[in-house]
Protein backbone atom coordinates (compact mmCIF):
# COMPACT_ATOMS: atom_id res chain seq x y z
CA UNK A 1 0.00 0.00 0.00
CA UNK A 2 1.48 3.04 -1.33
CA UNK A 3 1.84 6.24 1.55
CA UNK A 4 -0.56 8.72 1.25
CA UNK A 5 -0.41 12.15 2.40
CA UNK A 6 -2.50 15.20 2.57
CA UNK A 7 -2.85 17.99 -0.24
CA UNK A 8 -1.03 21.45 1.09
CA UNK A 9 -3.77 24.52 1.22
CA UNK A 10 -1.67 26.47 -1.69
CA UNK A 11 -2.33 22.79 -3.74
CA UNK A 12 -5.89 22.70 -3.53
CA UNK A 13 -6.21 26.64 -3.73
CA UNK A 14 -4.44 25.65 -6.52
CA UNK A 15 -7.11 23.32 -8.45
CA UNK A 16 -9.73 24.88 -7.09
CA UNK A 17 -8.75 28.27 -9.55
CA UNK A 18 -8.05 25.98 -12.27
CA UNK A 19 -10.84 24.74 -11.75
CA UNK A 20 -12.66 28.06 -11.67
CA UNK A 21 -11.01 29.52 -14.73
CA UNK A 22 -11.83 26.21 -16.90
CA UNK A 23 -15.88 26.61 -15.74
CA UNK A 24 -15.46 30.29 -16.80
CA UNK A 25 -13.92 29.90 -19.96
CA UNK A 26 -16.22 27.13 -20.81
CA UNK A 27 -19.12 28.89 -19.71
CA UNK A 28 -18.68 32.16 -21.61
CA UNK A 29 -17.70 30.53 -25.21
CA UNK A 30 -20.77 28.04 -24.26
CA UNK A 31 -23.38 31.55 -23.85
CA UNK A 32 -21.25 33.20 -26.78
CA UNK A 33 -21.91 30.32 -29.13
CA UNK A 34 -25.65 29.36 -28.30
CA UNK A 35 -26.36 33.49 -28.55
CA UNK A 36 -25.04 33.54 -32.12
CA UNK A 37 -27.04 30.32 -33.31
CA UNK A 38 -30.40 31.52 -31.05
CA UNK A 39 -30.50 35.12 -31.33
CA UNK A 40 -30.89 35.48 -34.74
CA UNK A 41 -34.34 32.92 -34.25
CA UNK A 42 -36.08 34.62 -31.78
CA UNK A 43 -38.02 37.06 -31.85
CA UNK A 44 -36.87 41.09 -31.82
CA UNK A 45 -37.78 43.00 -29.13
CA UNK A 46 -39.79 46.59 -29.75
CA UNK A 47 -37.46 48.50 -27.33
CA UNK A 48 -33.75 49.37 -28.45
CA UNK A 49 -32.72 49.05 -24.78
CA UNK A 50 -33.50 45.26 -24.96
CA UNK A 51 -31.17 44.31 -27.02
CA UNK A 52 -31.51 40.31 -26.40
CA UNK A 53 -34.67 38.12 -27.20
CA UNK A 54 -36.22 35.70 -24.69
CA UNK A 55 -34.45 33.16 -26.35
CA UNK A 56 -30.90 34.34 -26.61
CA UNK A 57 -31.41 35.17 -22.76
CA UNK A 58 -32.46 31.30 -21.85
CA UNK A 59 -29.84 29.72 -24.03
CA UNK A 60 -27.11 32.51 -22.59
CA UNK A 61 -28.17 30.98 -18.97
CA UNK A 62 -28.14 27.64 -20.37
CA UNK A 63 -24.83 28.33 -21.35
CA UNK A 64 -23.77 29.67 -17.67
CA UNK A 65 -25.53 27.12 -15.72
CA UNK A 66 -25.56 23.90 -17.78
CA UNK A 67 -21.95 23.82 -18.45
CA UNK A 68 -20.84 24.46 -14.91
CA UNK A 69 -22.76 21.66 -13.60
CA UNK A 70 -22.28 19.10 -16.85
CA UNK A 71 -18.25 19.69 -16.00
CA UNK A 72 -18.33 18.62 -12.21
CA UNK A 73 -20.38 16.00 -13.11
CA UNK A 74 -18.09 14.97 -15.58
CA UNK A 75 -14.74 15.53 -12.86
CA UNK A 76 -16.82 13.15 -10.39
CA UNK A 77 -17.49 10.33 -12.69
CA UNK A 78 -14.94 8.00 -14.98
CA UNK A 79 -14.83 10.48 -17.75
CA UNK A 80 -12.52 12.28 -16.89
CA UNK A 81 -10.85 9.85 -14.07
CA UNK A 82 -12.88 11.08 -11.30
CA UNK A 83 -10.54 14.29 -11.03
CA UNK A 84 -11.27 17.61 -12.29
CA UNK A 85 -8.71 19.37 -14.84
CA UNK A 86 -7.30 21.39 -11.97
CA UNK A 87 -6.73 18.37 -9.24
CA UNK A 88 -4.99 16.32 -11.96
CA UNK A 89 -2.56 19.61 -12.81
CA UNK A 90 -1.83 19.78 -9.10
CA UNK A 91 -1.59 16.09 -8.82
CA UNK A 92 -4.29 15.89 -6.49
CA UNK A 93 -6.78 12.69 -6.08
CA UNK A 94 -9.59 12.16 -3.50
CA UNK A 95 -9.34 8.35 -1.72
CA UNK A 96 -11.00 6.60 0.48
CA UNK A 97 -9.41 5.57 4.00
CA UNK A 98 -9.86 1.80 4.75
CA UNK A 99 -9.53 0.70 8.21
Known amino acids: MEKLSDASFGARLGAFFVDIVVINGLSLVASFVLLAIISPLG ?17 VMLGMIGLPLAYVGASWSRLLGHRSIGKRLFGLRVVRVRE
Request: proline fraction near 18%.
Open 43 to 59: DRPSDPVDWMSPQAAGA
